[in-house]
Structures are given as C-alpha cells and as structure tokens.
C-alpha cells in the first residue's frame, strides 16, 4: 500500500481547490431551479438550431412520433425519446427517456436537437 | 529534454502520437455503454499521452498530438467527430500547459487532470451546441462534470504513478547514448 500513501501525498493545496468547486458547481448546476415546473412540459424538436416541431407533452396520451433530419422521435404524456437515427454511433438512442423539464438531447451529426422545457410558455399566452 | 534535436522531437511525437490513438481506439472498444453513465462520455486514457507530452516538450508537443488524434478522427468518425476532437484537445492542452507550470508547488497531475477533462468535455460541448444551434445542450454539462472529476483523477493518477518509470527509462536510454556517441 505504499503506492496509496505516495498517491495521496502528492496531492496539493490546488489540486483540493479544483475537486471542491467542481463538486460545488456540479452540486449548485444539479439543484438550481433552472428547469421550471414539470408538469405541462412542452417538447420541443429542433433542426439546424429552428424549432420545427412543438407539442404539448400532456396532449400526447396516445403517443406520437415526430421524423426530423435523419431521427425518429417519440414522444408521449410520460416523456420523451429517441427511437432511431442514421448517424453512425447513435448515441442519442442510447440515451434513452426523458422526462424532465430542461432535459435536452441531440444527435449532434444529424444536427437534430430534443428539448423539454417547464411549463412557463402557457404563462405568456395569458399574458 | 529541452536541447534534444529536431528529429528526436519527430520521433519523440510520433511514437506518443500512436500511443495516443492506440489507447484512444482501446478504450472505444474495452468499454461498453454503461447505462448510469453520461452517454458518449470517455475515460479519456489518451489524456494521459497528451498531459505527458506537454510535460516533457511544453504546450507546442501536445497540440501536436491533439492535431494527430483529430485528424485520425476525422478518417476514422467523420468531421463532428474531429471538431470536437480538436475543440476540447485544444482547450484541455492550454489549460493543462497552464497549470503545469505550477506542478509540484500548487498542484499534482491529479489536480492538472480533472482541469484537463473538464476543459475537454467543455470544448466538446461547446462544438456539439454550435454545430447544432441549441446553447440548451449546455445542461448536459453537469454530468459530464461529475464524470470528468472522475476521469480526471484516474488519468492524473495513473500519470503520477507511470511519470517516475518513464523517467528512469529515458535517462537509461540517455546514458546509453552518451556512451555509444562519446
């Protein structure tokens, strides 16, 4: 266990700086009210950063999907998903549901993104 | 290493450059898609190629081996994959050339390779929400920094641990070469 004790010997004053506010800022980033309420969430498709597709996530109780770019994308009242895509890695698919609002995905070479935003938008219309 | 010559210099990034991308494409096929993980995010073992590299030859060496490993991704992924290759290599390379300058005082290749990471993920970030308009990709970010505080440490760690071996080859090869040319 020699190694152990070298390994945490060299460890410096700078270094607990940077581990303490990354973890800080991730901490803050994670609880921070950014994301607004989560029922009524609107999804909204983006294409080329234009938003071509918007739905009210509470409407879609039957579910729909949405074919944007080369991306097949399925949403219902419970959330949000990627079924396909014709980039390679298809890291998008993997990511699977979300159903949070300020979730955000992308298929990054399709230039396709999927967003989920908080319920403020009915808020504007009533003015 | 700083009065070495020019074709030690080629030699000496060439064969780093290979490791780099060696370690780059084992990691790509060793570790599957954890589910609790963030998606697409590496251990980024290359890192540890990189950080060496701008140790030994100053921040001019390690964009060298940034620039190799974004052109392989660009023959081997295609041109998002070598933008984000090149944007966060790029931003990590400066900031780990900054930092290093304060090693062994301030900080130790543990805290170097955290910044690293995290200013590897940011850049990679910032080419993905330019590449597709939406600055709200920028949320992703916070589980990349969880991972990249992992990341870091590991990468940071295993250079601590590898750089007093390194060291002990090279000055035997450099004894041996004294010998052969004196």
Redesign the interface.
Known sequence: MS?DK??TK??????????VT??A??LV??LAP?SGREDNLKLVI?L???AVETAQLSTLTEGKSFYVGGCEIYADSEGVKFVSSVC??S??V???TMTRA?????C??E???V?LKGGSSTHIETY | MKKENSTYRVAFLGINGALALVLGFLEHMLIPDIPFLPVGAKPGLSNIVTMYVTDSMGVGGGLCITLIKAAFALITRGATASAMSLCGGLLSTVAVAILLKHRDRLFSFVGIGIVGALMHNFGQLLVACFISGTPALISYGKYLMIFALITGTVTGGMLTLLMPRVERINSQFAIRNRGETG
């Open positions: 190694t070298k390994l060299t460890l410096k004053k700078g270094d607990l700086f940077i581990i990354v973890i800022i991730t980033w994670f950014f983006y080329d950063g234009e390679s890695d890291l998008c993997k990511r699977g300020g979730d955000t995905m992308a990054v070479p230039r396709v993104v967003s």
